[in-house]
């Protein structure tokens, strides 16, 4: 078994002990480190500087190839999640009744892109093609729910809605 690095975690955290049980698992080996990652994503939602600085030093890999392991799977994020997401379809049923006016319209009132967080970290918007809701269509994905009845003048106050009432 490969001695293990001594370095403490980045915080006290109970669940750095499930991150440690996953290293200890593989015995401290360099390839371990995308099934550490991945137990780091599980138990806080992504991967900062310093999860990734903690791992790399533990498992005794350079800190450049921790970050190019977090940034070449698109299953691990470098960005905590948003508290709320909105998801809008933008497969041919929904887009030939304006959903990509609806991403417009919900992007300004916003001030993100398709894709982006904004900066509080309180609100995602995100676009799929069909989540399976045609015969509702356009229709949206608020916090895990299909929104329908949407139109780019509603989606806003409609959006805002589901959002608070799940706060
Ligand atoms: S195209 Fe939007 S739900 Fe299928």
């Known amino acids: 078994m490969v001695r293990p690095v001594e370095v403490a975690p980045p915080s006290d955290d109970k669940r750095w002990r ?29 991967l900062d500087d ?13 800190m450049s190839k ?11 994020s470098l960005k905590p999640p948003a508290r709320h997401n909105c998801v809008i379809c933008l497969g041919t049923a929904c887009y ?4 990509d006016q609806m991403l417009k319209s919900l992007g300004e009132a916003y001030g993100i892109e398709e894709g982006e967080i904004t900066p509080d970290s309180e609100f995602a918007l995100l676009s799929a093609r069909c989540v ?3 015969g509702q269509a356009p229709v949206a994905v608020v916090d895990g ?15 805002r809605e589901k959002i608070n009432h799940a706060s």
């Open 18 to 46: 499930i991150i440690n049980a996953t290293m200890r698992r593989y015995g401290y080996k360099p390839h371990a480190l995308i099934e550490t990652l991945h137990a780091v994503q599980e138990a806080f939602g992504f």
């Open 145 to 159: 729910e299909v929104v329908s009845g949407l139109t780019p003048d509603n989606v806003v106050a409609m959006v």
């Open 132 to 134: 399976g809701g045609c």
């Open 50 to 62: 310093a999860s990734l600085s903690f791992v790399a030093q533990r498992l005794n890999v350079p």
């Open 66 to 76: 921790a970050y190019g392991v977090a940034t070449f799977y698109h299953f691990f």
């Open 96 to 99: 030939i009744k304006g959903s």
